[in-house]
């Protein structure tokens, strides 16, 4: 059974710097999105970052420049380098993982697109204090 399981969140100040890494168990699919989303209280859960089985990345125009998606050597983490953060970047980050990107049009779908991906972690805190 996949699963998956983050940890790196934390308190930082505004500017500052987390690395997030996701765990990845017995996921062997050969062509596969994997993503990170976030969901801040009160607002939807959106995807920022994906990246796909030939290593292409996807991101957000909100996190564009300032965050990196990445993948372990031997595939079984993920990673999300978050640089210069921001105070509107406070939310609980999720990694996911579903299908490639052959079965959604050749992308790894972001933003509210939550359909594509049937696994899931538990999440992990980031809070920016401004």
């Known amino acids: 059974q996949v699963q998956l399981e983050e940890s790196g969140g934390g308190s930082v100040q505004s500017g500052g710097s987390l690395r997030l890494s996701c765990d990845v168990s017995a996921y062997n699919y050969d062509r596969y999105c994997m993503a990170w989303f976030r969901q801040a209280p009160g607002k939807q859960r959106e995807g920022i970052a994906g990246?796909?089985?030939?290593?292409?990345?996807y991101y957000a125009d909100s996190v564009k420049g300032r965050f990196t998606i990445s993948r372990g050597n031997l595939g079984k983490s993920l990673f999300l380098q978050m640089d210069n953060l921001e105070p509107e970047d406070t939310a609980h980050y999720y990694c996911?993982?579903?299908?490639?990107?052959?079965?959604?049009?050749?992308?790894?779908?972001?933003?509210?697109?939550?359909?594509?991906?049937?696994?899931w972690g538990r999440g992990t805190q980031v809070t920016v204090a401004s």
């Open positions: 990246l796909d089985e030939d290593g292409k990345t």
């Open positions: 996911a993982a579903g299908l490639g990107p052959y079965y959604h049009g050749g992308v790894c779908p972001l933003g509210s697109d939550q359909g594509a991906y049937g696994t």
